[in-house]
């Protein structure tokens, strides 16, 4: 113990810096960053209703990474850390403190004392070694909580309240995962449920809130955890959340979401239309927005396609791509175009904008060079085989479709032809797991660079059938210095490898627009620009 603590104040401070580099970060629109400020105090009572556009078809929170889920299940558990969403410091919750080794191998976490679960179980150092031994087994839903963990030695019990996880190199990143919804602790007798089980019936938490029902794509129901008393030291709140009850609905039309709030049948919507911000501006609501940390949206590339193992083919497409008309054209006002596969929140993020310039002469030229000749309508060909594409993709948010459309015209223009196909947003995982795509159209939030590893290292799930390259070293090396420089610079290593190889196609930058009634209060966004609703409260 002596070493360790020897040790923790500047070790605390080097990781420290790694999630606070560039990521101050505020909420932008009419309403700043909280829904109906200043007006009385807080009172407890009422329910929350909230539509949604989709739903992931899962309900564990290890296991779901659409933002239209997590907005609910986020509720459910507590988190061993939590990141300031205003600084990226990592900041005490279930854990009242932490020690990391020297060379950022071992992190032993030492819990808070009287926290319990749903179920009435107490939290223990047992219980965080059952969570994080469990995570390997979670399957295509889990590769988010998988890849935090990734190189795990062991997690060791300590005493009672002390957890010690222990990696076979350094690994930097693994401090702020703690904070992620994908690490949420769940009771132990929620870990030996089946994965399957979990996503189906839910989950037994420590969290402000309790599950009540899941309707699949209809409702999540959650009601307010009597006595909870362990909140996350950044909440103003201490004790009980204020509100008895939360009800999502998934209502998957967004012009049908505005409807609902402006006639107050619901309290707040998700993934505002830019349709209906005018119109939602102008009455009882607040406009709040976020841009979100980790890899934009755009099109996951299958580099093992025949067509798409071509890097000039894989290069036409990012240059044919016009970033601006599509974040004009289709996203909430304010939306910002790719300029890295990181959004411009993410700390160590690079502008690569000149990499990621709407050049269709250019990509013209690449697919001549690369043999594909244009028909006579339009079309490209080579060998007698048409240069076409397919873009899979989910109803998660309403953008998506509009915005493969544009994607599709602008493909369109220099020869490529491009088939949209649907998919039921439950299916986003088994299709990635699977690799039955060309190009599957996504993002990925997290706070922290080491999302690059996660999405694209060929040692973890690799997705994106990418060949064994530099890049690995670079996502690998990352991942294992405590050297804020270097990891900076590895990190826009990374970053240029993926854009100039173009294994990924950066379109546009996700940001969380949310539309929330003036009676609403304290709805604030977290440090992934999803929502934390403990300290919320109606009237």
């Keep these: 113990m002596t070493a360790l603590s020897d040790v923790r104040t500047s070790r605390r401070a080097a990781l420290t810096a790694l999630v606070t580099t560039s990521v101050l970060l505020t909420a932008c629109g009419s309403g700043g960053g909280d829904s109906g400020s200043g007006a009385g105090q807080p009172r407890s009572g009422s329910t929350l209703t909230f539509a949604v556009g989709s ?32 600084t990226g410091r990592i900041v005490p919750w279930l ?75 350094p690994n930097a990143q693994f401090l702020q995962a703690t904070s992620t919804h994908s690490l949420g602790i769940e009771a132990s007798a929620s870990v ?16 402000p809130f309790v599950s009540k029902q899941y309707v699949q794509n209809q409702s999540i129901t959650l009601a307010k955890r009597t006595g909870y008393a362990w909140g996350s030291s950044r909440w103003s709140k201490k004790g009980e959340a204020y509100l008895d009850r939360l009800v999502f609905r998934v209502v998957p039309e967004a012009g049908v979401r505005a409807g609902s709030l402006q006639s107050g049948q619901v309290d707040a919507i998700s993934s505002v239309g830019r349709a209906n911000e005018a119109a939602l501006e102008g009455g009882q609501v607040t406009l709040l927005c976020r841009a979100n940390p980790g890899v934009v949206f755009g099109l996951g590339v299958n580099n093992s396609r025949p067509l798409l193992k071509d890097v000039k083919v894989r290069q036409a ?12 054209t289709v996203f909430p006002t304010g939306t910002q175009p790719a300029t890295s ?11 690569l904008s000149s990499d990621l310039a709407f050049d269709a002469a250019k990509a013209k030229s690449l697919l001549e ?48 032809d ?23 159209w996504g993002n990925v939030t997290r706070s922290d660079p080491d999302i690059l590893r996660t999405s694209f290292s060929t040692r973890l799930a690799n997705f994106y059938r990418l060949p064994a390259t530099s890049l690995d070293t670079a996502l690998s090396g990352q991942a294992a210095t405590t050297d804020t420089a270097k990891r900076e ?16 196609v950066p379109v546009v930058e996700l940001q969380t627009q949310l539309a929330v009634s003036k009676k609403v209060h304290s709805l604030d966004f977290d440090s992934g620009s999803r929502i934390q609703l403990h300290d919320t409260w109606i009237g």
């Design 192 to 207: 030996k449920r089946t994965p399957q089980q979990r996503c189906s019936d839910g989950v037994i938490g420590s969290g």
């Design 369 to 416: 060079a690369a043999g594909w000749k244009a028909g006579s309508d339009g079309i490209r060909a080579k060998d007698g085989k048409k240069l076409s594409l397919t873009i899979s993709w989910f109803p998660n948010a309403a953008t998506n479709q509009p915005a493969l459309e544009l994607v599709q015209q602008q493909l369109k223009a220099v020869g490529i």
């Design 317 to 328: 497409i990012l240059a044919a791509v016009d970033r601006k008309q599509i974040a004009d």
């Design 489 to 504: 610079q590895l990190v826009e290593e990374a970053q240029k490898l993926i854009v100039q190889n173009a294994y990924n």
């Design 341 to 351: 596969v990181l959004a411009h929140t993410t700390p160590d993020y690079t502008d």
């Design 95 to 169: 854990a009242k403190s932490w020690d990391v080794s020297s060379d950022a191998t071992t992190f032993t976490f030492h819990l808070r004392p009287g926290v319990t679960f749903s179920d009435g179980s107490k939290l223990t150092a047992q219980v965080v070694k059952d969570n994080f031994d469990a995570v390997p087994k979670l399957g295509a839903l889990g590769t988010l909580a998988e890849g935090y963990l990734s190189g795990v030695k062991s997690t060791t019990v300590v005493d009672p309240l002390t957890v010690k996880v222990t990696f076979g190199q």
């Design 55 to 86: 739903d992931a078809g899962c309900v564990d929170p290890q296991q779901v990474a659409s933002n239209e889920t997590v907005y609910a299940v986020r509720q459910i558990v507590d988190s061993l850390t939590d990141q300031d969403p205003r």
């Design 418 to 440: 491009v088939v949209l196909k649907q998919g039921q947003v439950s299916q986003f995982a088994t299709t990635l797991q699977g690799g039955d795509f060309d190009l599957v």
